[in-house]
């Protein structure tokens, strides 16, 4: 029997954390500084690429579709982006014609310079502000929802860049995590939820923004803080640093699946350990959904901190019993389910000496489709595995995402359109259970949900979210977040 599973795309079914950012002002050497951060942040996005630098006189841009290493692996590459200041961006979703157009960062040319920007996040008014900016006489370039804050800073009318925009950032609605470079220093900011997040660190006398704290440790930064939700940092360059927080102290909404999911391991997300958050999630669950199981087994590789965690916490021995090849090229993401299929690739193997006759407890940290984990649990089933139990290491993912992650429509989600036993016939396991949303909230180091005043983000287990979305309310295609501009927008 064949135990190899040519259909097994895993990254097809899972959230797609949409993009990532890295700036860095005041190096010698800032946009290869800025291909190393980014090559740290790939995994937030592998389809495109996209450096800026600033010379003192002049912009240079350089992007291109796929990887970091595909795009700026040369020294002919970097060379052709001078300055002590440059930021960039990796994202998903900018396949099709108009693809490079929608690669970050921005540049637009404003009455006072200059302006490029690198952002991550998406903005939930943001068809609403587009179509009333277009009203006005503006010429969109991109499809991307970033283009829209670019034209609200070029027709703010305060005096400064800092006030322009903070002025545009004002009328915007939704998540950001934002990076501008102009002709006097670098502009780093988060909404005011925080809902995504950002960094800051010091390479030597350089100032530097990130995404994820991993992108510090593999330039050489030290981590200073993270930049607070909703504030502004400026950096001129003479490495003077002000902070500025506009928009007031709002009850910050950080995202939870940052916790679960999207931020590597190895970075420090809300001042925690992500590693030490997901090893904790499998703690709780091992309390909430114990498993009379002889083996606990990690869905690799996110799945491994939570079943190292659920392995301690129920004295079951953690084995590998699901073997990830590495060196199979990802598949490129692809916008139908009938085209998943087609370009899945083999990536998973059961272990099956170590299955064959046990039951064991699979550990996934979420289900999106489900397709994939019913597609795994059929796996350990032909390797032998007598009894297939499933622990998940977030609560039903039943909700759309508006913030900048790639969500399948509600109606794709498995459980948007079922409960948990419907679910566990789907996946054909012989139990499933999620961890809850208060074991989830205990894992990251609070008591619980405060559901009068929630700590984090959750509205894609909670269907609580933190914001306005007006271009839902409106009907404005909203499926298409801004952010995804695959065709989707006319
Ligand atoms: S809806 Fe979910 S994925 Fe989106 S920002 Fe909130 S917690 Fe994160």
Not at 87 to 96: E, F, K, N, P
Not at 168 to 192: H, K, N, Q, T, Y
Not at 392 to 401: N, Q
């Amino acid at each position: 029997m064949n135990l190899t599973h040519p259909w097994l795309d895993q990254d097809g079914d899972k959230l797609r954390e949409e993009c990532g950012v890295f700036g860095v002002i005041g190096a010698s050497e800032a946009a290869a500084a800025c291909a190393l951060g980014l090559h740290a942040l790939q995994h937030r996005g592998q389809e495109a690429v996209g450096i800026t630098s600033f010379d003192g006189a002049e912009f240079y841009t350089r992007r291109g579709l796929g990887h970091v290493a595909d795009n700026f692996s040369t020294g002919e590459s970097i060379a052709e982006l001078p300055g002590t200041m440059a930021a960039g961006h990796v994202r998903y979703s900018t396949t099709g014609g108009a693809g490079l157009r929608n690669v970050q960062p921005l540049y637009a040319d404003l009455a006072d310079g200059g302006l490029a920007v690198a952002h991550n996040g998406n903005i939930s008014n943001a068809h609403h502000l587009r179509a009333q900016l277009v009203q006005k006489g503006a010429i969109f370039q991109s499809t991307s929802d970033t283009e829209v804050i670019i034209h609200l800073v070029a027709t703010s009318r305060y005096p400064t860049l800092l006030d322009k925009i903070v002025d545009a950032l004002r009328l915007v609605e939704g998540a950001f995590s934002l990076i501008f470079v102009s002709p006097r220093g670098m502009i780093a900011c988060r909404d005011p939820l925080g809902i995504r997040p950002l960094v800051m660190g010091r390479l030597g006398d350089a100032v530097v923004f990130a995404s994820e704290t991993v992108a510090l440790d593999v330039v050489g930064a030290d981590f200073e803080r993270q930049i607070e939700p909703g504030e502004l940092v400026q950096v001129d360059f003479d490495g003077r640093i002000s902070s500025h927080r506009p928009f007031g102290q709002p009850h910050p909404r950080p995202c939870i699946f940052e916790h679960v999911y999207f931020s590597r391991p190895d970075s420090i997300f809300n001042d925690r350990s992500v590693y030490e958050s997901r090893k904790q999630i499998g703690v709780e669950l091992a309390k909430e959904a114990p498993c009379d199981a002889e083996l606990v087994i990690p869905v690799p590789d996110s799945g491994v901190p939570a079943a190292i965690g659920y392995s301690q916490q129920s004295g079951i021995p953690f084995e590998l019993g699901i073997i990830r090849s590495h060196y199979v090229g990802r598949t490129f993401i692809q916008p139908s389910d009938g085209a998943r299929h087609a370009g899945v690739k083999r990536k998973h193997n059961a272990n099956r000496k170590l299955v064959e006759g046990k039951s064991i407890v699979l550990i996934d940290d979420s289900i999106v489709r489900g397709t994939t984990s019913m597609k795994i649990v059929q796996m350990m089933r032909d390797a032998g595995a007598k009894e297939v139990h499933f622990r998940v290491a977030s609560p039903p993912t039943g909700h759309g995402c508006y913030y900048g992650v790639d969500t399948p429509e509600r109606s794709k989600l498995l459980a948007g359109r079922m409960d948990v036993d419907a679910m566990r016939e789907f996946i054909q396991a012989d139990s499933l259970s999620f961890v809850s949303i208060d074991g989830l909230y205990r894992a990251v180091g609070l008591v619980g949900r405060n559901n009068a005043q929630p700590q984090y983000c959750d509205a894609c287990f909670t269907g609580d979210y933190p914001t306005r979305l007006t271009d839902l309310s409106e009907r404005r295609q909203a499926e298409a977040q801004l952010s995804f501009p695959v065709n989707k927008v006319a």
